[in-house]
Every structure is written in C-alpha cells, then in structure tokens.
C-alpha cells in the first residue's frame, strides 16, 4: 500500500475549506487545516468533521499575507504527514468598493490575500511536492466570467488566477504537478453570507431563484469537484478552470 496522500488547505476553518476538508479525510487524505489567526471559524469544528469521517488533520494557523507563515504552513505537512501532494489555495476575502471609493491601499490588500497569497500557497506547495502531486486555486465567476458592481479588486484578484494557474501548469508538468482552479458561483458559506460585502441570506435566497438549478451552491458541491481535481480521475487535466455554479453563468 502506498503512503496516504496528504494535503495543505488555506482557510479551511470554515465554507469551502471545511466542505474539503471533509471530503479529503473520507478518502484517506490526511490534511493540513490552515486556520486565519483572529478569524472568527473554529478550526476545532473542521478537525471534529475529519475525525468523524476517520481521517488524519492537523491544524495550522497560516496568513496568506505572509511568505514565512505560508512556508511553515505547507511545511507542517512534511513535519506531519512525511509528504505533501496536494495545495489548496483557497483562502480569501471579499469586500465592497464602489470604483471611486476603491483606494490604492484597499486594492493592493485585496490584492495581497486573493491573488498574491494563492501565488505564496502554490509556490511553497510545490517547492515541498516531491513524487508529482495536484493545486487547485478557488477563483469565482467574478473573476472569470461575469461583471460584478463595486467589486473590482476582487474580480481583478480571482481573474489573475486564472493566467497565475496556466502559467505555473505548463511549468511544472515536466514535474507530474497539475495546476487548475475551480470557478465558484454563489455558494453559501460565511463569505456570501455577509450582507456588507456580499448578498447575504435574503440576496442568497432570491439570486437562487434565478438559478437555473434552483439554489445557490452548497460548500461540498465545490469540494467535491476540487477533489476530482487532484484525484487520479483527472489526471490528465492541467491548467484549466472548471466553473461551477448551477447553470448561473449560462442562462
Ligand atoms: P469563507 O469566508 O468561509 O472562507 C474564506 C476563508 O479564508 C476563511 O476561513 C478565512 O478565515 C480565510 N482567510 C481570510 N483571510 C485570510 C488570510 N489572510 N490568510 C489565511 N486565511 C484567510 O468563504 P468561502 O466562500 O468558503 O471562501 C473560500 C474561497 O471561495 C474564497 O477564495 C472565496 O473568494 C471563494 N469564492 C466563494 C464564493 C461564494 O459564493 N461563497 C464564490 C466564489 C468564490
């Protein structure tokens, strides 16, 4: 039997994060719960969904805003699990700026997180993949295929990506490492529950109306396609981007 697989996942405390966790412990991945210092998830709630599904984690706090803290992050799971084979970056935020509100500092903060902290969270994971391996990078429609008002830093964060994922994929393929990301719709996790910066639970109830599947996203219906992503079953896709949203793009 081969060793189990072992796996890095930036804000993994809550939504998405969590949904993989899960996801990656009832498959035998044993997983790296990256945890944002201050963050209001409980991480202890993603390590108990590991341990019930009868996997392997172990909980790390990482801010994606800090090379040092992504390198020890990626490197808990050689000092845990003896291996790393596949890097989630999936931490990020969401706010609200309407174009003349949108200030150099809340780009280059947005900027930092969403697209500069995906960059650190690949980099560090390759540079610890020794037998080939699998990235994903969570990117979202606003990013890659659809204008969302007041929010361009973002959208400008999520659709960089996408070019940073094709680049670092025809890179490291002579490596056997894979790069994709995952497009996300409106999925319910604490980030689009926030009313502020996002539509919150009544803007989620009513854009779900209007989706061709009926509802908005469920946190394990985006883990579950990041899982195929790293799987063997999708061992010959590299540097692409796989939408998903309930048919919201395509109306
Ligand atoms: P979420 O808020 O539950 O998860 C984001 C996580 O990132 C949180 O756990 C947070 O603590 C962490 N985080 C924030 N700043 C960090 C930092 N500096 N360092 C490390 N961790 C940090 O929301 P989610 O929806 O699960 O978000 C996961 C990813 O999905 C994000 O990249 C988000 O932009 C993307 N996404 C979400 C949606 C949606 O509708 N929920 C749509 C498209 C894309």
């Known amino acids: 039997m081969p ?22 412990a009832a498959r035998g991945v044993h997983v790296v719960i990256g945890t944002f ?26 801010d994606v805003r800090s090379t040092d803290s992504v390198e020890s992050f ?25 174009l003349d509100s949108l200030t150099d500092e809340k780009w280059t903060d947005m900027l930092d ?10 980099r560090s994971g390759a540079a ?9 990078a969570v990117s ?21 990506v996408l070019g940073l994922v094709r680049s670092v994929a025809v890179e490291l393929g002579p490596r ?10 409106l999925i319910e996790t604490p980030q689009s529950l926030d009313p502020v910066n996002s539509l919150g639970p009544e803007g989620l109830k009513r854009a779900g109306q209007d989706i061709p599947w ?21 061992v010959y896709i590299t540097g692409q981007s796989l939408i998903v949203d309930g048919g919201l793009t395509v109306k």
């Open 74 to 98: 990626a490197e808990e799971s050689l000092s845990s699990f003896g291996r790393l084979d596949y890097a989630i970056a999936n931490a990020g935020i969401l706010r609200n700026a309407a």
């Open 3 to 24: 060793d189990a697989r072992a796996a890095i996942i930036t804000g993994a405390a809550s939504g998405i994060g969590r949904a993989l966790s899960a996801h990656y």
């Open 128 to 136: 610890r993949m020794s037998d080939g391996g699998a990235m994903v």
């Open 37 to 62: 210092p201050g963050d209001p998830h409980d991480p202890e709630e993603t390590l108990k969904l590991v341990e019930d599904a009868g996997g392997k984690a172990v909980i790390k706090e990482v």
């Open 176 to 185: 056997k490492i894979r790069a994709n990301a995952v497009i996300p719709g």
């Open 214 to 234: 009926g509802r908005v996203g469920r946190p394990e219906e985006v883990a579950s396609v990041i899982g195929f992503l790293t799987s063997e079953d999708s």
């Open 113 to 122: 997180v969403d697209l500069t902290g995906v960059l650190r969270t690949l």
């Open 140 to 160: 979202s429609i606003a990013g890659g295929v659809y204008g969302w008002e007041e929010h361009a830093h973002y959208a400008a964060a999520k659709a960089g």
